[in-house]
C-alpha cells in the first residue's frame, strides 16, 4: 500500500496549471528521495499512467489515465442523462425514482428523486439493499451471465423478505423472467408496503450499467397506476437505450445466459 500511495502522491502533482513535470519537478513538490522517485516514475511510465517526452524528458499523465478518466465522465454522463429522463417520469406520476448501481450482491443508490404524492418512500443515496429483493437490482441481474451471478450471490444464500426469491434456483427463475420479459416488479419485499418497477441501462460505448426504478406505496396505488408506470418506464428505456447504445434484445437475453457474446 505504501507504494501505491507513493505513486497516488506523484500522480496529483499534475494539474492543467502543471500539465507536465521533470524529474526535478516531482522532486521538489514530493519531496522524496531521489532513488525512489526515479523507481517510481519509471513504474508509472511503464504500466501506462505516465508518458515521457522523449526529447525534454519531461514526464505527462499517459495514456491509461485519459481512458479511465474517459470512462468516469461517460459514467456520470449516463447517470445524468437518466436522471433527467426519471425526472419527468416523476412528475408526470407522482411516485418517487431511484438510480441504483450494483456491488456485488447488493445495489448501492446514487440518486432520488422525490415524487410530489404525500405517501414518498425515501431511501438516501448511498444505502445499500440486496439487488435480490429490488426490481432494480433484479433487473440489473438479469442483464449478468449465469457464471457473473454466481460468483456475486453468497454461498450461504442471504435471508431475504418474505416475498423474494428465497434460493439461488428461485433467484434465477425470476431473472430468467425479467430477461424474457422486460418487466421487473418488486412488492412487499425490501420495505414493507412498498412496490416498485424498474430497469437496468447498460451503456453501449462503456458498458458501465444502473438501474432506475419507480417505487410506491402497494395499498395506495391503483393497477390502473401501476400500469401507467410500466408504460413510463417502457417510453423512457426505450430513449435511454437509443441514446446510450444500449442494444438489449430478445437475442441478447438469450446470450447473457449462456455467456457469449
Do not use: W
Request: hydrophobic residues 35%; proline residues 5%.
Amino acid at each position: 500500500m505504501s507504494a501505491l500511495t507513493n505513486a497516488i502522491e506523484i500522480l496529483r502533482c499534475f494539474s492543467s496549471a502543471r500539465p507536465d513535470l521533470s524529474f526535478a519537478d516531482v522532486m521538489a513538490l514530493t519531496g522524496k528521495p531521489k532513488s525512489s522517485t526515479s523507481r517510481l516514475l519509471r513504474s508509472l511510465r511503464d504500466c501506462g499512467l505516465l508518458e515521457q517526452d522523449p526529447h525534454t524528458r519531461r514526464y505527462r499523465p499517459g495514456l491509461l489515465t485519459f481512458e479511465l478518466g474517459r470512462l468516469h465522465r461517460a459514467h456520470d454522463d449516463l447517470i445524468s442523462m437518466a436522471e433527467r429522463e426519471l425526472r419527468e417520469v416523476c412528475a408526470r406520476t407522482g411516485h418517487t425514482g431511484y438510480i441504483a448501481v450494483l456491488d456485488g450482491y447488493e445495489q448501492v443508490v446514487l440518486r432520488i428523486v422525490p415524487g410530489s404524492n404525500p405517501l414518498r418512500v425515501v431511501n438516501p443515496p448511498g444505502q445499500r439493499t440486496p439487488a435480490l429483493a429490488t426490481s432494480n437490482g433484479r433487473a440489473m441481474l438479469a442483464r449478468l451471465t449465469d457464471e457473473d451471478i454466481r460468483t456475486r450471490v453468497p454461498a450461504t444464500y442471504p435471508k431475504l423478505p418474505r416475498n423474494s426469491p428465497q434460493s439461488f434456483k428461485q433467484l434465477m427463475l425470476r431473472l430468467n423472467e425479467i430477461r424474457g420479459s422486460g418487466v421487473s416488479e418488486a412488492a412487499d419485499e425490501s420495505i414493507e408496503g412498498v412496490g416498485s418497477q424498474g430497469f437496468a441501462l447498460k451503456s453501449g460505448e462503456t458498458g458501465e450499467m444502473v438501474g432506475i426504478a419507480v417505487s410506491y406505496s402497494v395499498q395506495a396505488t391503483t393497477a390502473a397506476e401501476r400500469a401507467n408506470v410500466r408504460r413510463e418506464l417502457a417510453a423512457m428505456a426505450a430513449k435511454l437505450r437509443r441514446l446510450t447504445g444500449d442494444a438489449l434484445d430478445q437475442d441478447s437475453a438469450a446470450r447473457i445466459r449462456t455467456g457469449t457474446r
